[in-house]
Nanobody, 122 residues
Framework: QVQLVESGGGSVQAGGSLRLSCAAS????????MAWFRQAPGKERERVAS??????MYADSVEGRFTISRDNAKISLYLQMNSLKPEDTAMYYC?????????????????WGQGTQVTVSS
């Protein structure tokens, strides 16, 4: 059975760093799009970073601070988060795209993890 499991979340002070990990079981990432989404209370789930054969893509709000990557075995996805801000506080989810290219819409992703909480205090 295909599963994605996130880890690495926690509570940090503003300006701190965290590295999120997403491990796959039952399937490798292959050549499919992989992405990180986040959802804060009362807000819609949004894509913060994704990666495909073209390269990485970032939301304007995290550009220059976050870095998405995957391992050579294609079973792990990472999100290095630096210079964290209180507005980065959210539940973070990894997701596998339906195809080889990444899109913004949630409808383009068919596998999701359960999420890992990131809390950034002032």
């Amino acid at each position: 059975q295909v599963q994605l499991v996130e880890s690495g979340g926690g509570s940090v002070q503003a300006g701190g760093s965290l590295r999120l990990s997403c491990a796959a079981s039952g399937v490798t990432f292959g050549t499919n799009c992989m992405a990180w989404f986040r959802q804060a209370p009362g807000k819609e789930r949004e894509r913060v970073a994704s990666i495909d054969s073209i390269g990485p893509m970032y939301a304007d709000s995290v550009e220059g601070r976050f870095t998405i990557s995957r391992d050579n075995a294609k079973i792990s996805l990472y999100l290095q988060m630096n210079s964290l801000k209180p507005e980065d506080t959210a539940m973070y989810y990894c997701a596998r795209g339906k195809g080889g290219y990444c899109y913004t819409s949630l409808l383009e992703y068919n596998y999701w993890g359960q999420g890992t909480q990131v809390t950034v205090s002032s």
